[in-house]
């Protein structure tokens, strides 16, 4: 079975990292951009991503501007991370189509949980 295709879009290498490597020890392919703008050019490259995870502040696009760009041509799940936790910055990202919202720091497993319920509700439908 191939392996599923997930990007992981954030401005801090270090995080993208952190959660490139726990995804690919978890049988996933991983693709990484750094910003909204870079994210978007590799969308467009590679329609057969299977799931989003986002962070939110971002220079040059931000995850909100992303989410809403994307929504327009695709549905695959969006998971934003980040470090905005207020309850308005959650309900925000959720309203505007992220399909779960993750505050940092963050436990690696309960990701890879979300990760995978999300993708296991989109393969039921």
Avoid at 31 to 40: H, K, M, S, T
Avoid at 59 to 74: W, Y
Avoid at 111 to 116: E, S, T
């Amino acid at each position: 079975m191939e392996k599923l295709k997930i990007m992981v879009v954030d401005d801090e290498a270090r995080m993208r990292k952190l959660v490139k490597d726990f995804l690919v020890k978890s049988n996933f392919n991983v693709l990484e951009a750094g910003d909204g703008e870079e994210a978007v050019d590799k969308f467009y490259e590679n329609k057969d991503i299977a799931l989003i995870l986002l962070d939110v502040m971002m220079p040059k696009m931000d995850g909100i501007t992303f989410t809403m760009k994307v929504r327009l041509e695709h549905d695959f799940p969006i998971i934003m991370l980040s470090a905005k936790s207020e309850e308005i910055d959650k309900i925000t990202g959720l309203n505007i189509g992220a399909d779960d919202y993750v505050s940092k720091p963050f436990k690696p497993l309960e990701l890879l949980a979300r990760v995978n319920s999300q993708l296991r509700r989109r393969s039921e439908e």
